[in-house]
């Protein structure tokens, strides 16, 4: 019998590899060694566990990834997330395309739709501001596909009060 989170999982990696040869076309010789190191940045700082109250979560810095490295964030996010999974056993292999798709989706869309803001600043302050932005909504925005994927795969996970 199939798990009900099948459906999520084959979902998240058809959009994955969507968006992942979507992303690739971008990537030239010359901004490899750019997305290497933003790549090798998200690998290192992710593995970073920070106590919240009686759970802990982990640095992502994909707000500042969709603002640097555009839309490469996708491979950069894919390749880091394989890494991880294949040396530390994190995440997994199974959850590999709905991690990459809740972690990188948003940083590129909040990245593309600040951009013409953060063109148009004037000053390092408020390019500050605009970036703080983007980290955040791109925060958030993973944090609620993280719960719909979770809600989508069992009810358990749903916040509704279970019926007698």
Known sequence: MASSSTPVLVGGGVVTA?????????????????????????????????????????LLLTGLMGLVIGRATV??????????????????????????????????????????????????GRMAVLGAGVAALSVLSTALMVAAALTLSDAAYSARPKSC
């Open 75 to 124: 491979p950069a996010v894919f390749i880091a997330l394989v890494l991880q999974a294949v040396f530390f056993g994190f995440g997994g292999i199974s959850t590999l395309g709905v991690n990459t798709v809740d972690m990188a989706l948003p940083a590129v869309l909040w990245a593309l739709a600040f951009a013409p803001l953060m063109r148009r600043a004037a000053s390092p």
């Open 18 to 58: 969507a968006l992942l040869g979507w992303s690739v076309r971008e990537l030239d010789e010359d901004s490899l060694p750019k997305v290497a190191v933003v790549a090798a940045l998200f690998f290192i700082v992710s593995l970073i566990n920070v106590p919240i109250g009686a759970t802990t979560t982990h």
